[in-house]
């Protein structure tokens, strides 16, 4: 597609309950990335894919947070048993990866706004 | 891991002012991003710049990766221009994701 789409764009769900969030990024573009961020502050990284290699999770801050990818098309992070704390905006970006010559910098959507009450 | 700051987290300008954004990081890098977050909260990436100057139109950037720092300039400034700039840094060739800085919060007034 033309840009990063995500879905839903707002998100409000009861605390206990599992969410799952979508992001479909640009065509051609192997990377894909989650980031969080909550309200006033900076982008926290949550997790990275890049093709067929094993994703770099090293962001996802406990084990109630997971992502799937098939390939190089769609993503979804899934949140488990939600918290009040897990309310933020989580965004997605896509870019080309690093082999040489070429601007691989990040396209964002323009997130999911997720509130847990 | 990679620390990056940037300053001055808040900027006043009045319309038609010029502005630079300064994005300081403690490690070498393999490249560097600057963005956008406008007042609705969309991140539009301005620049790609692992070393050297980019311009684009009013704004452009210039990384000294040697030194470690990264510079974004603002001239003639628009109330259009406001919201929040971060700098994002990545460090490892095998690691894709960037860290990125706290921000700069720049407000233009008409």
């Known amino acids: 597609g033309a840009g990063v789409s995500q879905s839903p764009s707002n998100k409000v769900t009861e605390k206990g309950k599992d969410v799952e969030l979508r992001c479909d990024p640009i065509s051609g573009h192997t990377a894909l990335y989650w980031y969080r961020q909550r309200l006033g502050q900076g982008l926290e990284f949550l997790i990275y894919f890049q093709g067929n290699s094993a994703p770099d999770k090293s962001g996802l801050p406990s084990d109630r947070f997971s992502a799937e990818r098939t390939g190089e098309s769609v993503s979804t992070l899934t949140i488990q048993r939600t918290q009040q704390e897990d309310s933020a905006v989580y965004l997605c970006?896509?870019?080309?990866?690093?082999?040489?010559?070429?601007?691989?910098?990040?396209?964002f959507g323009s997130g999911t706004r997720l509130t847990v009450v | 891991g990679i620390q990056v700051e940037q300053s001055p987290p808040d900027l006043i300008l009045q319309e038609g002012a010029n502005s630079t954004l300064r994005c300081n990081f403690s490690?070498?890098?393999?490249?560097l991003q600057w963005f956008h977050q406008n007042p609705w909260g969309q991140l539009i990436n301005l620049f790609y710049i692992p070393s050297g100057t980019k311009q684009n139109g009013r704004l452009s950037a210039t990384t000294v990766a040697t030194e470690r720092y990264s510079l974004l300039y603002i001239s003639s400034s628009q109330t259009t221009d406001s919201g929040v700039y971060f700098c994002a840094v990545q460090y490892n060739t095998n690691a894709g994701k960037s860290t990125f800085g706290d921000g700069t919060t720049l407000t233009v007034k008409p």
């Open positions: 490690d070498s890098v393999n490249n």
């Open positions: 970006a896509s870019s080309f990866y690093l082999t040489g010559g070429r601007d691989y910098g990040y396209t």
